[in-house]
Every structure is written in C-alpha cells, then in structure tokens.
C-alpha cells in the first residue's frame, strides 16, 4: 500500500520526534528539538546538537518508502549553511527496526573528517 501525502508527512513528524527526543536523553542536553520548518532558510528538522568541543550540528531526519541519498544529503549540507552548523546529517529510517539508536546516519567522508576532529567553532 502506498503512503498518502498526509501519511508520509505524519510518518515523517513522528520520525523526527523520536530522534529528536532519542537524543536529548543520549546525549544528556535539553537543548535538542525539534524544529519546525523555515521554508527556503530551513535550518534542518533537528537543531541544538553539538559536537564535543561545541560546534553546531544540524540533522535532517527522512523516514521515506524510496531513498535520495544524494539529494538527502545536499539537503542537509544547504540547511547546515543556513544554522552556520559545521556539520549536516541525515538520520534516515532503516526499515525493520523502531528503535531511534539503530537507525541509519548519512554524510559525506569530508564531514566525518570535521566531526571526527572535534568540530570546535
């Protein structure tokens, strides 16, 4: 059966929430949200993450029936732009499993190469 609008942007808000929520207790920092959306200036669905020596991480989360690695990934990297964030990732939905911490991360290796350095400001 194939999603509707309605049932895929549902789908999506709840995806979002619980990774949102998922990490505001792994991470231990209340700062984590849920964003909502900006329009052309969207600043990512998940904002208030910070790497270890503080640099801003945006996330855009994507619970989708056909995966757009490229265009997911593009995506996040503009939003990133936008938050002035050093790092943009996508949290996609790994089929098969609900559970927020075994769900896919997508970046690109020069982005895993900032967070793996710290990520300062």
Known sequence: MTRSRASARAAGSRFERVIADWLKVRLNNDAIERRVRNGQKDRGDIGGVKT???????????????????????????E???????????VFK????????????????????????????
């Open 94 to 121: 790994r089929r098969g499993t609900a559970n927020p911490a075994h769900q896919y991360v997508l970046m690109d290796l020069e982005t895993f190469a900032r967070l793996l350095e710290g990520g300062g400001n």
């Open 52 to 78: 270890a020596l503080g640099g801003r991480v945006v996330i855009e989360a994507k619970d989708a029936a056909r995966h757009d690695l490229a265009g997911w990934l593009s995506e996040a990297q503009t």
């Open 80 to 90: 990133a732009g936008n938050d002035d964030a050093i790092v943009g990732a996508v």
